[in-house]
């Protein structure tokens, strides 16, 4: 996904948890440059949480039959 971020008409989402804001942009700018939507998940303390979705995508990718093609997106419902 590195070298193609996109999943159908979308791209894979990045997120990034800390309490740097100057560095959460530049990691930001990187990401969309790269082509990958980054995501603001808040401050360093749900860094952890970030780290538990790295490790629910390893375990769907060698256990639940994925491989490495997939990634996590945030959805937006249109409002009505």
């Given at each position: 996904f590195h070298l193609d971020?996109?999943?159908?008409d979308s791209s894979i989402d990045v997120h990034l948890a800390g309490d740097d804001t100057e560095a959460k942009t530049t990691?930001?700018?990187i990401a969309t440059q790269s082509g990958f939507?980054?995501?603001d998940m808040?401050?360093?303390?749900?860094a952890g949480l970030l780290e538990a979705m790295a490790i629910l995508w390893i375990h769907h990718g060698?256990?639940?039959?994925h491989g490495?093609?997939?990634?996590?997106?945030?959805?937006?419902?249109?409002?009505?």
């Open positions: 971020p996109r999943l159908g990691v930001a700018t939507t980054p995501i808040g401050p360093l303390r749900n060698l256990f639940g039959g490495r093609e997939f990634g996590f997106k945030i959805l937006h419902r249109d409002p009505a």
